[in-house]
């Protein structure tokens, strides 16, 4: 049986055969970082936004600026990633269904690999990536960092008062004594006949 450790290994090997667009937003080049551990350069770019990176009822505005800042650093086994990704929400509001926008910045970090390295079986294979022929691709990391930090539940404001149950309307729109009168539906029949009752004697009346 093939071992877990010698499997990542091996997808890794087949994933070198994959070549990389070094014209892509998304990938950076490493080839001007000295593979000597503690060598460091940083790299800042601005690039769309991807249109379907989204939550349920968030995500980033498509095309957008998304604002990379990140440090690359020669480790032993490959390039470590890290740094920040800075871009701006848009979605709608949990509680009372309005659009709203804000800002989302995500801490990343990423090890990427040099081809044929030996990876220690303890490591998470998704924290781990492969170096093609010197590039990296971000756009994974990118993906699982943005997606994991969205809100489950954005709100266009902490004390938004939602919708109200019965009519819909929002409730900050509406005064503060918005209220319906509740009837028991178990009376709700009753109501209905004690009121066709006084529609008819008032017919009555008038004729």
């Known amino acids: 049986m093939i071992s877990s450790k010698r499997f990542r290994h091996a997808r890794r090997e087949q994933e070198t055969l994959t070549r990389l667009d070094p014209r892509a937003p998304l990938v950076v ?11 460091m350069r940083t790299v800042t770019r601005t690039v769309p936004a991807p249109a379907d990176v989204r939550g349920e009822l968030i995500g980033p505005i498509p095309g957008s600026d ?9 480790v032993s086994e490959g390039v470590l990633v890290s740094g920040t990704i800075q871009v701006m929400l848009t979605g709608e509001c949990a509680r009372c269904l309005d659009v709203l926008t804000s800002p989302l910045e995500v801490d990343i970090q990423q090890l990427f690999v040099y081809p044929g390295n030996e990876i220690d079986e303890d490591d998470e294979d998704d924290e781990i990536g492969q170096l093609v ?8 990391v990118l993906r699982d960092a943005v997606v994991l930090a969205l809100p489950l539940a954005p709100v266009c404001r902490e004390d938004c008062p939602g919708l109200c149950p019965q009519c819909g309307a929002r409730l900050a729109d509406v005064d503060p004594g918005h209220r319906h009168d509740e009837v028991d539906p178990r009376w709700a029949a009753l109501r209905a006949v004690g009121t066709t009752d006084r529609q008819r004697n008032d017919e009555d009346q008038e004729n």
């Open 29 to 39: 080049d490493t080839r001007d970082l000295p593979r000597r551990p503690g060598s």
């Open 66 to 74: 998304l604002v990379l800042d990140l440090r690359l650093e020669s």
């Open 133 to 140: 022929d010197d590039y990296v691709d971000l756009e994974p």
